[in-house]
Protein backbone atom coordinates (compact mmCIF):
# COMPACT_ATOMS: atom_id res chain seq x y z
CA UNK A 1 0.00 0.00 0.00
CA UNK A 2 1.27 3.85 -0.28
CA UNK A 3 3.25 5.16 2.06
CA UNK A 4 2.71 8.77 1.38
CA UNK A 5 -1.42 8.34 1.98
CA UNK A 6 -1.98 9.90 -1.53
CA UNK A 7 -4.61 7.74 -3.91
CA UNK A 8 -2.51 5.87 -6.81
CA UNK A 9 -3.82 6.13 -10.40
CA UNK A 10 -4.08 2.58 -12.31
CA UNK A 11 -2.16 3.50 -15.48
CA UNK A 12 -1.33 1.57 -18.48
CA UNK A 13 2.57 0.60 -19.22
CA UNK A 14 4.13 2.80 -21.95
CA UNK A 15 6.91 0.69 -22.62
CA UNK A 16 7.61 -1.84 -25.06
CA UNK A 17 8.14 -4.87 -22.98
CA UNK A 18 5.45 -4.21 -21.10
CA UNK A 19 2.51 -2.46 -23.32
CA UNK A 20 -0.62 -4.54 -22.04
CA UNK A 21 0.40 -4.60 -18.21
CA UNK A 22 -1.49 -1.82 -15.68
CA UNK A 23 -0.11 -1.07 -12.77
CA UNK A 24 -0.73 1.15 -9.48
CA UNK A 25 1.51 3.33 -8.73
CA UNK A 26 2.08 6.91 -6.66
CA UNK A 27 1.20 10.15 -8.67
CA UNK A 28 4.23 11.89 -6.72
CA UNK A 29 7.93 11.10 -7.30
CA UNK A 30 9.83 9.90 -4.14
CA UNK A 31 11.86 13.25 -4.92
CA UNK A 32 8.80 15.32 -4.64
CA UNK A 33 7.55 13.54 -1.40
CA UNK A 34 5.81 10.87 -2.58
CA UNK A 35 6.52 7.47 -1.95
CA UNK A 36 7.09 5.92 -5.18
CA UNK A 37 4.50 3.61 -4.87
CA UNK A 38 4.46 0.87 -7.53
CA UNK A 39 2.87 -2.55 -7.89
CA UNK A 40 1.41 -4.38 -11.06
CA UNK A 41 -2.24 -5.39 -11.45
CA UNK A 42 -1.63 -9.13 -13.14
CA UNK A 43 -4.26 -10.91 -14.73
CA UNK A 44 -4.68 -13.45 -12.09
CA UNK A 45 -8.41 -12.70 -10.79
CA UNK A 46 -7.08 -14.03 -7.01
CA UNK A 47 -4.09 -11.45 -7.33
CA UNK A 48 -6.26 -8.38 -8.89
CA UNK A 49 -9.23 -8.91 -6.18
CA UNK A 50 -6.76 -8.48 -3.44
CA UNK A 51 -4.94 -5.92 -4.79
CA UNK A 52 -8.20 -3.93 -5.20
CA UNK A 53 -9.44 -4.65 -1.63
CA UNK A 54 -6.28 -3.05 -0.78
CA UNK A 55 -6.36 -0.29 -2.06
CA UNK A 56 -10.45 -0.09 -1.02
CA UNK A 57 -9.04 -0.53 2.32
CA UNK A 58 -6.21 2.00 1.86
CA UNK A 59 -8.85 4.23 0.66
CA UNK A 60 -11.13 3.77 3.86
CA UNK A 61 -8.74 4.03 6.36
CA UNK A 62 -7.81 7.27 4.47
CA UNK A 63 -11.47 8.21 4.81
CA UNK A 64 -12.02 7.98 8.22
CA UNK A 65 -8.89 9.65 9.23
CA UNK A 66 -10.69 12.78 6.60
CA UNK A 67 -13.99 12.21 8.96
CA UNK A 68 -11.71 12.25 12.45
CA UNK A 69 -9.90 15.35 11.04
CA UNK A 70 -12.98 17.25 10.04
CA UNK A 71 -14.37 16.32 13.56
CA UNK A 72 -12.08 17.69 14.99
CA UNK A 73 -11.58 20.90 12.98
CA UNK A 74 -15.15 21.56 13.38
CA UNK A 75 -14.77 20.88 17.75
CA UNK A 76 -11.97 23.84 17.01
CA UNK A 77 -14.11 26.07 15.07
CA UNK A 78 -16.95 25.74 17.85
CA UNK A 79 -14.59 26.62 20.57
CA UNK A 80 -13.27 29.58 18.59
CA UNK A 81 -16.60 31.02 17.84
CA UNK A 82 -17.56 30.28 21.83
CA UNK A 83 -14.27 32.18 22.16
CA UNK A 84 -15.08 35.03 20.21
CA UNK A 85 -18.38 35.36 21.93
CA UNK A 86 -16.96 35.45 24.90
CA UNK A 87 -14.35 38.38 23.98
CA UNK A 88 -17.51 40.16 22.18
CA UNK A 89 -19.01 40.29 25.40
CA UNK A 90 -15.99 41.47 27.35
CA UNK A 91 -15.21 44.00 24.72
CA UNK A 92 -18.77 45.56 24.96
CA UNK A 93 -18.42 45.96 27.93
CA UNK A 94 -15.66 47.90 28.53
CA UNK A 95 -16.89 50.00 25.83
CA UNK A 96 -19.84 50.81 28.01
CA UNK A 97 -17.34 51.54 30.98
CA UNK A 98 -15.35 53.41 28.80
CA UNK A 99 -18.40 55.82 27.19
CA UNK A 100 -19.31 56.48 31.34
CA UNK A 101 -15.61 57.36 32.12
CA UNK A 102 -15.65 59.50 29.15
CA UNK A 103 -19.25 61.49 30.47
CA UNK A 104 -17.74 61.23 34.17
CA UNK A 105 -15.00 63.08 32.80
CA UNK A 106 -16.72 65.79 30.87
CA UNK A 107 -18.70 66.22 34.26
CA UNK A 108 -15.84 66.54 36.01
CA UNK A 109 -14.45 68.75 33.46
CA UNK A 110 -17.59 71.17 33.50
CA UNK A 111 -17.84 71.63 36.83
CA UNK A 112 -13.65 72.67 37.06
CA UNK A 113 -14.55 75.19 34.92
CA UNK A 114 -17.62 76.53 36.78
CA UNK A 115 -15.39 76.77 40.01
CA UNK A 116 -12.41 78.92 38.21
CA UNK A 117 -15.41 81.44 36.70
Not at 31 to 48: E, L, M, R
Request: charged share 35%.
Amino acid sequence: MPKCDDFCRMRNSRSTLNSTRRFFGCKVSNKNGGCDYFTWIDSSPVTVDHQFFGMVSCLMNNFKDGENLCDRLKKKLKDVEEERDTLSEKLNDCEKKLTALKQKFKEVKTREEMCKA
